[in-house]
């Protein structure tokens, strides 16, 4: 296990050399800061699992001052979230620099003053452990922290912002491995304390220990946090540094996004000439032959029209317009019917249906209320009432004098 953590720590230290090299270091600086947290936090560890020192002298100092820089996990997690976020951590947030200090005062006191409680063992003890509250308010926390996450994330959608949106799912999937990881170890936790007091199941992994413990954290976060340093740092939307365009590991990063974010990113695959060409070809189709009135039209059948290659036409129309090609023709199908409805009151919905390129009445139906949110026959009525309105306040405004 040490050996392992060794060869993670010095990779670690590459990243965070790494960090301060690259080209903004004021941007990079909350990351780098978080690289520097894991060097210095799992070389405590590894210094303190050995009792380097055999009298025993200072091997209780070492000790304290790893569970001290432990417990400033939450706050550095945090900061490192909110610096993803763009916004200032919330001043009640900053209270968690302050878990540290709390806990090294109760270990004070319980050391002078409860000697038999304190050389006692988590095991026997584990309500009175400081440290496994801070685990669970740190799962709290994180719980809350999704949810402003996904808030951004809508937020950032509306307005198209492609890169810090990129950075946002980065950070929302940084918080589900915390929150994975701090469940699994509470989950361990649990089991093990009840494992041997309620039923007991002689399976050593199964049986409290604190170097099981660790093997779980240490090896999921040396695991994690080494893919997640690599991409992050070849990823410019995370982390700023010289990369080439559209690297191998860009299209990793891009995996973790939803499909329609993904279509965004291959806007680049096509030349502004092609884009210009499919935009002129496809407007004239649409808005002067009116093709998306016929019944059969599909699209292999508009990619012969229009001479773009069906792959070339999908990939367009996803992301241009943020639509499928169901999508599209229909939303072109429902301005026709909604013309339609307003024009002629003696047309039947069906017939409306029909003439706007629906094969089906129903069909027709649910996918008008999709885009309008009325049914076409409140739609007519609602187009009515509005006009009848007009009409009387025109025709009260001519009258007066």
Known sequence: MHQVLIIYIILQSLLFFAALIADSKKENRPLAFYFF???VFHTLFVVCSNDPFPDGSYNNLIRTGYEFVALCNTAVVFSFLYSILNKPMPRALHLLW?????????????RIHMTRLYFAGFYNNWYLSFPLYVKML????????????RKEIRKTNASQEHLHLLKLYWGKYFVYFHLA???????????TLINGRLFHVDIPVLTYSPDYYNLINRGCTAFFMLVFGYLALRNPSVFSIRSPHRPLEQKMVEIILP??????????????????QY?????????????????DLSLNKLSGLSQIPSRH??????TTFNKNYKEY????RIMHAQELLMKDDSLTIYSIAVDSGFNAESTFYQIFKQHTGLTPKQYQDKFRAETDVSCCMLKGYTEIP
């Open 329 to 332: 023709i229909n939303g072109y």
């Open 181 to 191: 990881l701090s469940a699994l170890l509470l989950v361990y936790l649990a089991f």
């Open 259 to 276: 499909e329609e974010e993904r279509n965004q990113q291959k806007k680049s695959e096509f030349t502004d000439e092609q884009l210009a």
């Open 313 to 318: 036409l999908s990939q367009y129309i996803n």
């Open 138 to 149: 740190f799962a709290g926390l994180l719980i809350w922290q999704i949810k402003i996450f």
């Open 37 to 39: 947290y894991l060097f």
């Open 279 to 295: 935009s002129q070809v496809l407007d004239k189709l649409m808005e002067e032959n009116n093709v998306y009135l016929d019944h």
């Open 98 to 110: 302050l878990l540290p200090f709390l806990h090294i005062t109760m270990d004070y006191l319980t």
